[in-house]
């Protein structure tokens, strides 16, 4: 009984953090917690608005 109820804790709480993700990515929120600027795939998370936030051109 003692390994359910473990078990069904670290589920809730491994379901909670992928849906706390999910609305983090919606809202735009990055997850690694540091700046653009310095990233080589800013423009992969967040599109061109990143790459104009860390100075990088993006017209071709």
């Known amino acids: 009984m003692g390994t359910f109820a473990v078990s069904a804790v670290l589920a809730a709480v491994v379901i909670l953090i992928i849906l706390k993700m999910r609305k983090d990515k919606r809202s735009g929120i990055s997850s690694c917690g540091c700046k653009c ?22 017209a071709k």
């Not at 600027?37 to 993006?58: I, L, P, R, W």
């Open 37 to 58: 600027a310095g990233c080589a795939n800013c423009g992969a998370c967040h599109g061109e608005k990143a790459a104009a936030y860390s100075g990088e051109n993006t």
